[in-house]
Antibody
Framework: EVQLVESGGGLVQPGRSLRLSCAVS????????MHWVRQVPGKGLEWVSG????????GYADSVKGRFTISRDNAKNSLFLQMNSLRAEDTAFYYC?????????????WGQGTLVTVSS | QSALTQPASVSGSPGQSISISCTGT?????????VSWYQQHPGKAPKLLIF???DRPSGVSHRFSGSKSANTASLTISGLQAEDEADYYC??????????FGGGTKLTVL
């Protein structure tokens, strides 16, 4: 069974940093692209970033480009999102999602999300 | 990377069919056949319903179907059931090597 478990969310002040992690199991992690998607409570989904299976092809939403960095550790079956210079508008649930091989593929499995709250 | 345009809400009675539109541009929906649809029930993670415009993952009901014409994709749900009441999101790959979601559509089963 595919499982994705996010962690690292919490309350952080504007301008500070936070690192999210996603631990996966139930599939061969290094065969698949991975993504981060966020959702403000009660609002719609926003794609944040994606990384190909080999980590070479990476994409970001304009809203986070230059502030967020996606990475993966295939040896540890883990996906990360380093979030710097956080803003109030980054407050959201952050979901880790499993794609297929490239960034254009659909998001086939999702975690349950971790809440990031940016507030002073 | 502007969000794709979806109607805020749609409704239908059990047994009826409804369609949800998803309008993009020539930089996303209009140029790529990488349109997906997701279903999200309250408090739950999204679930993939349709990939590559019209393909269904194993286990997804045949009542769900997808199509595309020019810059607009559509999700059709036939034989509406009470459990179909949820939020629905479209997404597309874009020429910026990113993905973009629609604003979401709330489906009410009357």
């Amino acid at each position: 069974e595919v499982q994705l478990v996010e962690s690292g969310g919490g309350l952080v002040q504007p301008g500070r940093s936070l690192r999210l992690s996603c631990a996966v199991s139930g599939f061969t992690f290094d065969d698949y692209a991975m993504h981060w998607v966020r959702q403000v409570p009660g609002k719609g989904l926003e794609w944040v970033s994606g990384i190909s299976w080999h980590g070479i092809n990476i994409g970001y939403a304009d809203s986070v480009k230059g502030r967020f960095t996606i990475s993966r550790d295939n040896a540890k079956n883990s996906l990360f999102l380093q979030m710097n210079s956080l803003r109030a508008e980054d407050t959201a649930f952050y979901y880790c999602a499993k794609g297929l091989y490239t960034l254009h593929d659909s998001l086939w499995s999702w975690g349950q999300g971790t809440l990031v709250t940016v507030s002073s | 990377q502007s969000a794709l345009t979806q109607p805020a809400s749609v409704s239908g009675s059990p047994g009826q069919s409804i369609s949800i539109s998803c309008t993009g541009t020539s930089s996303d929906v209009g140029v790529y056949n990488y349109v997906s649809w997701y279903q999200q029930h309250p408090g739950k993670a999204p679930k993939l319903l349709i990939f590559d415009v019209s393909d269904r993952p194993s286990g997804v009901s045949h009542r769900f179907s997808g199509s595309k014409s020019a810059n607009t994709a559509s999700l059709t749900i036939s034989g509406l059931q009470a459990e179909d009441e949820a939020d629905y999101y479209c997404s597309s790959y874009t020429s910026s090597n990113s993905q973009v979601f629609g604003g979401g559509t709330k489906l009410t089963v009357l």
